[in-house]
Every structure is written in structure tokens, then in C-alpha cells.
């Protein structure tokens, strides 16, 4: 198993630009989720979904768009990137679909938004 | 807003000797869980407590869980350089379908 997987790994996008940040997960997870790691803010939570058609915000989901078409992939799309943008984002899956059981996390994405 | 905070922030400590983290939330719970996070790498679970327990163990960790102070604490026994990283715990917060991370505590240790 590949676990959750996320690409690209890094990316530098301008001002105004939009992009597809792409997570899947081949453990036939229902419960998938973005967060943000921004430095001495933890991990905030963007966007998630119990199951395939089904998704609702997080703390963060302004400037971010998310659709679950399958149960494995669950892309976040940056609308019009924006510097207050530029972060880590991880992609993580659980078992469960409530949200607070133990979740699986892909290595991460870097975005550098100039 | 941040569920749970971390303390210390920083942690530096010799090989061998043990590591305890802190964990503070604001609202009731569900679970409470701890994380690692090595240096630009994903998070990694590490332990789950449910609220109606009060002390877990997994190898070298012991987690506490004190509901009526809402709050938790993380000990490593017997530390290793290969400790080192960020520690984080996270809620539920009395939610359903969220996980709320705390700011983490970086833990170094010296070999």
C-alpha cells in the first residue's frame, strides 16, 4: 500500500494564479481532509469529507475549493492564490468517518505563493 | 482557534533521559490524540486515549488524561536521538468529523 500520497511536492505559483493540489489514498478510507501547517500554528483544518459526493469546511476553507468524486482522491484547488497562502498542506485519510479517530498523513506539499 | 496548546514549545534533553510533553484544551472531548512530526516529513500517529480513560501506554510512551483539568501529558521514557521531532496533540473538540491540532512541541535530543 502507498498510503496517502500527495503531489507536487513543492510548488511556487504568483499572485492570482490557481492550482490543484493532488492527495489519494489506496486504503479505501471514507474520512479525507485538508489541513495547513503554517510556523506556530499547528495544523488547521481546510476542508474534509466523510465519503465520495460529500465534503464541508473546516477553521480555514476561504480561498479553497474540494470535491470528492471517488472515494480515493481528494484534490484541493487554490482559486486565486494569494502570499497569506503560502504554507505546508497535508492530506490525511482515517478509517472512520468521524474525523477524530487516528488519521494517515501524506508527506505534504509545499506552496510558495510570490 | 487552537483546541489544544502545547508546553514547552522546546524541549532539548540528553539520551536516555525521559521527555514530558504537555497538553491543554478548551472544550470537552471525545479522544484525545499525540502526533510526531519528523523535520519536514508528515504527521505520524502515535496514541489515541479516550476521554473515559486516564492513562494509556505504547512501548517507551505513557499518555495521562485528566478530563476535569482538560489536559494530557506525553512521556517518552528512556529518550533517543531518533526522538527527536515535533510532538502534537489534537481533539475533537466534542465535535464530530474534526480533528483540532495544538501548536506542537519541538523536542531535541542530544546523542
Known amino acids: 500500500n502507498a498510503g496517502v500520497t500527495q503531489t507536487p511536492k513543492f510548488q511556487v505559483l504568483k499572485t492570482g494564479q490557481s492550482m490543484t493540489l493532488q492527495c489519494a489514498q489506496d486504503?479505501?478510507?471514507?474520512?479525507m481532509s485538508w489541513y495547513r501547517q503554517d510556523p506556530g500554528m499547528g495544523l488547521r483544518l481546510i476542508h474534509y469529507?466523510?465519503?465520495?459526493?460529500?465534503?464541508d469546511q473546516g477553521e480555514v476553507p476561504n480561498g479553497y475549493n474540494v470535491s470528492r468524486s471517488t472515494t480515493e482522491d481528494f484534490p484541493l484547488r487554490l482559486l486565486s492564490a494569494a502570499p497569506s497562502q503560502t504554507s505546508v498542506y497535508f492530506c490525511?485519510?482515517?478509517?472512520?468517518?468521524?474525523?477524530?479517530?487516528?488519521?494517515?498523513f501524506g508527506p505534504g506539499t509545499r506552496l510558495t505563493v510570490l | 482557534s487552537q483546541q489544544g496548546e502545547e508546553d514547552p514549545q522546546a524541549l532539548s534533553i540528553q539520551e536516555g533521559e525521559n521527555a514530558t510533553m504537555n497538553c491543554s484544551y478548551k472544550?470537552?472531548?471525545?479522544?484525545l490524540q499525540w502526533y510526531r512530526q519528523n523535520s519536514g516529513r508528515g504527521l505520524v500517529h502515535l496514541i489515541l486515549?479516550?476521554?473515559?480513560?486516564r492513562e494509556k501506554h505504547s512501548g517507551r510512551l505513557r499518555v495521562t488524561l485528566d478530563t476535569s483539568k482538560k489536559s494530557s501529558s506525553l512521556l517518552i521514557t528512556a529518550s533517543r536521538a531518533a526522538d527527536t521531532a515535533s510532538y502534537f496533540c489534537?481533539?475533537?473538540?466534542?465535535?464530530?468529523?474534526?480533528?483540532?491540532f495544538g501548536t506542537g512541541t519541538l523536542l531535541a535530543v542530544q546523542p
Open positions: 490525511a485519510s482515517s478509517y472512520s468517518t468521524s474525523g477524530w479517530n487516528e488519521q494517515f
Open positions: 472544550t470537552s472531548i471525545n479522544n
Open positions: 469529507s466523510v465519503g465520495a459526493g460529500i465534503t
Open positions: 486515549i479516550r476521554s473515559n480513560e
Open positions: 489534537a481533539t475533537d473538540g466534542g465535535a464530530t468529523n474534526k480533528l483540532i
Open positions: 486504503m479505501n478510507h471514507e474520512y
